[in-house]
Structures are given as C-alpha cells and as structure tokens.
T-cell receptor, first 113, second 112 residues
Framework: DAGVTQSPTHLIKTRGQHVTLRCSPI?????VSWYQQVLGQGPQFIFQ???????GRGNFPDRFSARQFPNYSSELNVNALLLGDSALYLC????????????FGSGTQLSVL | AQSVTQPDIHITVSEGASLELRCNYS??????LFWYVQSPGQGLQLLLK??????LVQGIKGFEAEFKRSQSSFNLRKPSVHWSDAAEYFC??????????FGDGTTLTVKP
C-alpha cells in the first residue's frame, strides 16, 4: 500500500514568489495535517483538515493557506515567500480525527533564495 | 501554552548499551504523548503513544516509554541499542495527534 506521498520533493523559489505543495494521504485516510520543520528544530503545526474542513490552525501568518479536496488530498499554499520559509514541509494523514496514529510523508524541502 | 523540552540535543551510545531519551512537557490538560523517529531524508514514524492507563508503554522496534505525571516527563528507553537505531527522536504532546507540539529532537549516534 502506498504511504503518504508529497510533491515535489524539492523546490527552489525566490523571495516574494508563491508556492503550492501537494499531499496525497494514505487510501482511506480522511484527515490531513501540515507541519513545517526548520533545520535543527522539531516540526511545527500549521494546519489540520478533516472531511475538507479546517480543524485547526497553528501560529502562522495569513500568507499560509491550505485546502482539502473531495478525494482527501491536500494543498498547502504559501504567498509572498520569505527567506525564513525555507524548511521541510511535512504532510501527515490519519483515518479520522479520533485516530491517534499519524502517518507522515517524506516531505517537500523548500529553499527560498 | 504547551511546550516540549528535550534536554539532550545529541546522545552517543555504544551498540548493545541501554538508551534513555528525556522529554519534559508543559500542558494545561492531560495530553496525548508521543515519540517519533526520523531517519535522514525521511518523514517521522510513530514509535509509541500514551493517553491513559498503564504508565509504561510499549512501542515498536523494542522501545518503551514511561509517563510520570509528577515530573511531567515521558522518557523513551531501549534496553539494547542497535546500529540501525541511529536517527533523530522527537517527543510530542497534544490533545490529538494531528495538532501536536514537538520538541526540537535528540540525535542518537550509535558507536560500533
């Protein structure tokens, strides 16, 4: 069975640009969470979605947005990129919001120059 | 506000030796507690979790963790470390797995 897949795996952008990161959850998983992991730090929660509705948002500016599609895949969008947005962006899925086993993808490494 | 502290940034142990990774947390309510492992270039894998019940929790790969409410700690242990255990380990807390607060991790090096 396929795990959580994220695309692209690596991305280079310049300041001020926009980026879209994509995530396909494990088949049957309806909840997706996004995390940002800056080098040398632990992951920081950005968004959680369940059944296409936002179920939580971390302490990130409005430049960060996300959505979940009817097939439960998800996109994370970041506008007006800053150098500090350079990080590994991790997507994780689970069957429902009541299930406490979270499965992570390998992430998208974003570099902002 | 919730927070997680992993006091040891880097730990080195010899193969076959025992391991304990420390985790202290601050949280208003009784949270879920998790330990994850991350190998280079990989996402995180759940080792074990705790919410209630027996305070000694068994996980995958021979790991266990003990919850101590009085110390707000959730330390991870393994009796005998294998070279393949070399990785970064993260402790996390939250009211649910999808919105967890993570510590900054402990990097484990295993000496032959």
């Amino acid at each position: 069975d396929a795990g959580v897949t994220q695309s692209p795996t690596h991305l280079i952008k310049t300041r001020g640009q926009h980026v879209t990161l994509r995530c396909s959850p494990i088949s049957g998983h309806k909840s997706v969470s996004w995390y940002q992991q800056v080098l040398g730090q632990g992951p920081q929660f950005i968004f959680q979605y369940y059944e296409k509705e936002e179920r939580g948002r971390g302490n990130f500016p409005d430049r960060f947005s996300a959505r979940q599609f009817p097939n439960y895949s998800s996109e994370l969008n970041v506008n007006a990129l800053l150098l500090g947005d350079s990080a590994l962006y991790l997507c994780a899925s689970r069957e429902t919001v009541l299930n406490e086993k979270l499965f992570f993808g390998s992430g998208t490494q974003l570099s902002v120059l | 506000a919730q927070s997680v502290t992993q006091p040891d940034i880097h730990i080195t142990v010899s193969e076959g030796a025992s391991l304990e990774l420390r985790c202290n947390y601050s949280y208003g309510a009784t949270p879920y507690l998790f330990w994850y492992v991350q190998s280079p270039g990989q996402g995180l894998q759940l080792l074990l979790k705790y919410f209630s019940g027996d305070t000694l929790v068994q996980g995958i790969k021979g790991f266990e963790a003990e919850f101590k409410r009085s110390q707000s700690s959730f330390n991870l242990r393994k009796p005998s470390v294998h070279w393949s255990d070399a990785a970064e380990y993260f402790c996390a807390v939250g009211l649910n797995a999808g919105k967890s607060t993570f510590g900054d991790g402990t990097t484990l090096t295993v000496k032959p």
